[in-house]
């Protein structure tokens, strides 16, 4: 996927595979590349990763609220049997998608490490798919646990979207979305120290 017209193509083919298959709603929350795709931050990703969230109640697009993600919330696991996991391999198929074009592999990780994400409502596919989107802080928090070296690109990108120059200041992000113990766990400390090298 390189462009964000993309994204929004195959996730209302996604909703119009669910609205064939039933009523039932979708609340899902898009990080990882997808996320930087979407804010015109990168210019390709091999998937969307997402995870499931909890309905928050009626809310405007745009509005930040504190969502939950899901505990045991997996739903696009590939031969799970779900409609939700069919609707995605559907549009695989349909679309010439690999298997794993929606994937909430990273969803286990977020309910455990940093399971309150500040987001808003995105948009609303088809009346069963709603999308949220992380804030900036939210996303900082997710790429500095994972910090890969190909993380890198994109939490300078994001230090540079909030206008945080110091390590204090990220550590203030930090606080807000990963307990210290989870910190400790990813090994934050390190993490921090070569980000700000």
Sequence with gaps: MNNAGQIEKYLDALAGELVSQGDEQYHILISGGAWMLLQRERRVTHDIDFAQVEYPGQLKPGKVVRLTVQRGGEIATRKGGTVFSDAVEAVAVDVGLPVDWLNDESAAYLYDSAPYADACLWRVFADVLFVY?????????????????????????????????????????????LSEQEQRIWDVDQKLKRLFR
């Excluded at 070296?149 to 930090?174: F, Y």
Aim: charged share 35%; glycine share 2%; hydrophobic share 40%.
């Design 133 to 177: 989107l992380p804030t900036d802080e939210y996303m900082l928090a997710l790429k500095i646990a994972a910090y890969r070296r190909k993380d890198r690109a994109d939490c300078l990108v994001l230090l540079h979207r909030l206008g945080i120059t110091t390590r204090e200041e990220t550590q203030d992000i930090l606080d807000t979305f």
